[in-house]
């Protein structure tokens, strides 16, 4: 069975935007930036919320940029050929290799776990990972923890008073101090 991954960068305290709703503070060094490339490389489908599907819609036609280098082209080719699947409920269309969400989240993971395919499920947006993890759908959480402290924001763990148990699966620190940390659930 596919297993589903909720993947994001992160500040110290625990945030993916400041209180502000930056995150600018989440630009990836060159290492950094190919654990993202390497991460894409593993999943079968995206899911996304409107507002990061938005954020992402640079990578549709950054390919077009001749100033990029080779990692970068090569996410911007990954990521572009991606199957995604966007849940809003504002948008009436979206571009590229993505399609609206047709059911909840829970559906959707489940149909998408039946399917025939390779490769995770991962989900990007803590809005929709707070949902997945509410209803015990993340198997793993892999954080790319940057050494800043932003004081509130949108958290990366979800806020449901439940305790989840987790195993270690790998830990790396990158020269720019960012730390990366991939955690399975323990079932």
Do not use: C
């Amino acid at each position: 069975m596919r297993s589903v991954t909720y993947s994001m960068a992160v500040s110290l305290d625990g945030y993916v935007v400041g209180p502000d709703g930056g995150f600018d503070w989440t630009a990836p060094s060159e290492d950094v930036f190919r654990l993202s490339v390497d991460e894409i490389r593993g999943v079968g489908v995206h899911l996304l919320g409107r507002r990061l599907y938005e954020t992402m819609l640079y990578w549709e036609t950054a390919d077009q940029n001749p100033a990029l280098d080779f990692s970068t082209l090569d996410f911007a080719a990954l990521w572009k050929a991606l199957p995604k699947v966007v849940f809003s409920t504002t948008l009436s269309a979206v571009q590229g290799n993505a399609r609206l969400a047709s059911g909840s989240l829970a559906e959707e993971i489940e149909r998408l776990r039946a399917e025939p395919g390779e490769g995770d499920i991962a989900i990007g947006g803590a809005t929709l990972a707070a949902e997945a993890a509410a209803s015990d759908l993340i198997d793993e959480y892999r954080a790319r923890v940057h050494p800043v402290l932003v004081g509130g924001g949108i958290p990366f763990f979800p806020q449901h008073e439940r305790r989840v148990d987790l195993e270690l699966a790998e830990t790396r620190t990158f020269n720019s101090k960012v730390v990366y940390l991939r955690y399975r659930v323990a079932r």
